[in-house]
């Protein structure tokens, strides 16, 4: 039951371009979401996180817009570079315990390898 | 300026043998998690720890230990090794559980069960 979905596996982008990494949730409950980037051979490292009392999360080159109606959130790269080619997790997490859940837990997507071309 | 620490990096294990992986913090985070992935399948959580003595299941517990006596360490004991656990495995700590809590994770212990 994958209640975190990145439905593109991979996006191929020219540097300086723009890259935009797309995340579906299913779960209501979900306040709190993250994206996660990582490079082979390499944990996960955080990136940037938007609240659900927000729609839009920016940090540099990097901005997140969060459409709860739609449960759907994405991220922004403007300008994307080379070394943004990374392998890209969307996370989400609930506030609480409730059913089917765990404290503190991130729901993962599947990632999506982004590619940046010169 | 450490951070997550786990070890080792990679092992290789026969089926049925058992094995510890080593996580430890130095950020006095209160919340320890042990993920895993597999190819395609995102990360996924194995067990998780809200502070000193008190740990519990996440999504795929089974053929999995953890214990937590310190606020620094938090080992996962594979207690009989199958080729189903062949995974790469990361530790992640975070100052407290629940929303904001940035949640950061060590390098990652490839394991191999042959």
């Known amino acids: 039951d994958q209640q975190v979905k990145q439905n593109s596996p991979s996006l191929s982008v020219q540097e300086g371009r723009i890259s935009i990494l797309n995340c579906d949730y299913t779960?209501?409950?979900?306040?709190?979401f993250l994206w996660y980037k990582k490079y082979p051979a390499e944990g996960p490292t955080f990136l940037i996180s938007?609240?659900?009392?927000?729609d839009k999360n920016e940090d540099g080159r990097f901005t997140v817009f969060l459409n709860k109606s739609a449960k759907h959130l994405s991220l922004h790269i403007v300008p994307s570079q080379p070394g943004d080619s990374a392998v890209y997790f969307c996370a989400a997490q609930s506030p609480r315990a409730d059913r089917g859940s765990t404290l503190g837990r991130l729901y993962f997507g599947r990632g999506t390898q982004l590619t940046v071309w010169p | 300026n450490a951070g997550v620490t786990q070890t080792p990096k990679f092992q290789v294990l026969k089926t049925g043998q058992s094995m510890t992986l080593q996580c430890a913090q130095d950020?006095?985070?209160?919340?320890m998690s042990w993920y895993r992935q597999d190819p395609g399948m995102g990360l996924r959580l194995i067990h998780y720890?809200?502070?000193?003595?008190i740990t519990d299941q996440g999504e795929v517990p089974n053929g999995y230990n953890v214990s937590r006596s310190t606020t620094e360490d938090f080992p996962l004991r594979l207690l009989s090794a199958a080729p189903s656990q062949t995974s790469v495995y990361f530790c992640?700590?975070?100052?407290?559980w629940g929303p904001g809590n940035t949640i950061y994770f060590g390098e990652g212990s490839w394991l191999t069960v042959v």
């Open positions: 779960n209501s409950m979900f306040d709190y």
């Open positions: 720890s809200v502070g000193a003595g």
């Open positions: 992640a700590s975070s100052y407290s």
């Open positions: 938007i609240s659900s009392i927000k």
């Open positions: 950020m006095n985070h209160e919340y």
